[in-house]
C-alpha cells in the first residue's frame, strides 16, 4: 500500500511498516500545500493512505469522493506513538480506500 506521511507524523514510523511504500510530504516537495490541495495531488498520484496528526482535518475537509483513506493519529509524539506500532500497522492492513479512522491509543 502507498501512504503518504503529512507534516508532523513521526518519520521514524516508516520502519515499522515494512509491508508499506511511505513516502512523506516533505520528500515529494509538498511541504507548503493546503490540505485539500495535499489530499486531491494524493489522490491523484495513487496514494492510497493518508497518514497524519491533523485532529482537525475531517471538519476541515470534505473527504467524501476521495479514493485515499485517512488515519488521524492522537499525537505527534515519537515516544507515545512508537508503543503503538503494531496497531497503526494492523489499521494500515485492513483500511479500505475512501475509509477515515482515528486512532485512539
Known sequence: ???????????????????????????????????????????QQMFEVFLTTDQQLKSQQNLTDRQIAVVVLPTTSWPVIQKHTAKIAAVLDSIAPGDFIEIDF
Open 1 to 43: 500500500m502507498r501512504v503518504l506521511f503529512d507534516q508532523g507524523t513521526p518519520v521514524p514510523l516508516r520502519r515499522f511498516l515494512n509491508s508499506h511504500t511511505v513516502t512523506t510530504v516533505y520528500e515529494k516537495g509538498w511541504s507548503r500545500t493546503r490540505n485539500g490541495d495535499l489530499l486531491r495531488l494524493a489522490d
